[in-house]
């Protein structure tokens, strides 16, 4: 082992001591694992197909439920469209545009929102079955991932409404700080509701409800914190920008803006499943492999069972060691030991380490 690869152990061994460190490479770890930038990436797609539509169909609602009075239609739109702050003006205009010239671009665009939900919604079970390494026999079948389809719909439509009602509280007290710290805390209550509600719908029923409490937080919290940065940014930088940029820009800009909403999703169900899993610390450098380690892996090829009657079976080498157990056996892995998982074909789980002599390794 040479001086860098001992420094490398050095800080393992320091991270894996300390908890919060250890939790948090864990989690950025399994992002890693899953292949969380790609999952990402596919979200951003879904999400950009969905907020035109669902800001066509909000702006309709407002109109027809608040006809009677202008001011308070002008505040919710206002906070509505605050929601995404790098073009919500743009957003506005143009939304407005459709609405009053072109019925038929109504309707399109209602049965626009219906369509991208729905693979927005497909999307987001398909993230959902990966970060929680579901396998095959019990993702969701066609008619179910329909009714789920639905659901989300109406829980993202309810829970913009809530949210744009909360976020608007500010305005009424005019320029207030207390009403506007107010505002931002109804919001990001409402927001952590609305991840705790998406969640639930999109999340396989095997994961219990409180399980998705802890990534609703940190989701709802980041991405209040992210719409109020962006409005900082927009209010203090970009005024009279778009006229410069046009387009080009305000499409760059709500692909930047949902981008960094779907990873803050997709991190904070990462954060779910390794505190419902234990899933730290994990180490920097292999061997040895940490019992999270060993659980991630197992969990990973489980994860390809495709039918209930087959089995599928996973065996790791060597006992789990953590990097001071490591650095103290001299840098040996005890082979004496042979750790494994394995699912039975009725979809139940064991976990099993057996005392005794390694059999001979395959070559």
Known sequence: MNAAQRTVRRVDAFQQRHGPLAFLY????????????????????????????????????????????????????HSAFAQFPIIGSDLS??????????????AIGIVGLVYGTTGLAGTGLYTMEQVWNVPGPERPGFVPRMLRSLLFLATLGIGLIVTTTLSSFGTFGGHSLWAEAVAELLAAAGNVGLYVAAFRVLTPSPVRTRQLVAGSVFAGIAWTLLQAAGGFVVNHYLKGDNAVYGTFGTVLGLIAWIYLGAQVTVYAAEINAVLAGKLWPRALMHPPLTAADQRTLANQ???????????VLTRIWGTPMSAEEYLAAGGAVDLSVVGYERRLPDGSEQAERAAEPAPSRPS
């Open 26 to 77: 864990g989690v950025v770890k399994k992002y890693g694992n899953d292949n969380g930038g790609n999952l990402t990436v596919q979200l951003t797609y879904s999400l950009f197909t969905t907020v035109f539509p669902l800001l066509l169909l909000l702006v309709t609602v407002l109109t027809l439920v608040l006809a009677n009075d202008p001011s308070l239609r002008r505040h919710v739109a």
């Open 301 to 311: 090829v489980v994860q390809s069972q495709r039918r209930p009657e087959q089995e």
């Open 93 to 106: 205009r143009n939304i407005h545009v459709m609405k009053r010239n072109s019925a038929f671009g109504l």
